[in-house]
């Protein structure tokens, strides 16, 4: 898995269009956290899945991290209502990608835990008890037409009914402990 360059070749199970080709890779080391979330949001995934030792784990503390990717999503989000609005979207094909990396990792955590392959998404979506209303399907259509108006349209309203879901849960856990 390591390169001569200490960088990991990213799996064959996260080779999958739109997000990496065969030939990526990823860092051996991430010093920031929250740097590392929001610029390579499957950076501790991938991390995990390789079982590297002593990984982060914040699929384990989502109420810590996923308002962090949220917060990255808002900013993804603005510059690519802008760029739409413009019709100069494709020139940004690596804030797409992001934005949508944004959505499965938040999912993901959200259900406590990793991506652990980008094969089948669908499908584990599917498996999962805290989603969107019809989250597969939805999804299915943003990675047919990635770079679309409408995928994007979609996506907006995946985060919305996401971040309720992340919200509701979050004060379902501390009514538990206040009780």
Excluded at 5 to 20: A, D, G, K
Excluded at 86 to 102: A, C, F, G, P, Q
Aim: charged share 25%.
């Amino acid at each position: 898995m390591l390169n001569d360059n200490r960088l990991y070749n990213v799996p064959s199970c996260y080779q999958y269009e739109p997000f990496f080709l065969a030939s990526a890779t990823f860092p051996l080391d991430a010093s920031d956290v929250l740097y590392t979330i929001t610029e390579e949001p499957l950076f501790y995934d991938i991390q995990n899945s390789v079982k590297k030792p002593n990984v982060m784990k914040p699929w384990e503390e989502k109420f810590e991290y996923i308002p962090v990717i949220l917060n990255g999503w808002i900013n993804v989000r603005n510059v690519l209502r802008e760029k739409f609005k413009d019709r100069n979207i494709n020139e940004h094909k690596d804030l797409v990608r992001k934005s949508i990396t944004y959505f499965i990792i938040s999912l993901h955590w959200l259900n406590d835990v990793p991506v652990q392959s980008l094969e089948n998404i669908n499908k584990a979506i599917e498996e999962f008890q805290l989603k969107p209303i019809n989250c597969a399907e939805r999804f299915l259509f943003i990675l047919k037409r990635p770079m679309q108006y409408h995928s994007f349209i979609q996506l907006e309203q995946l985060f919305t009914e996401l971040e309720k879901l992340f919200y509701k849960e979050l004060a379902m856990i501390r009514k538990r402990k206040g009780d």
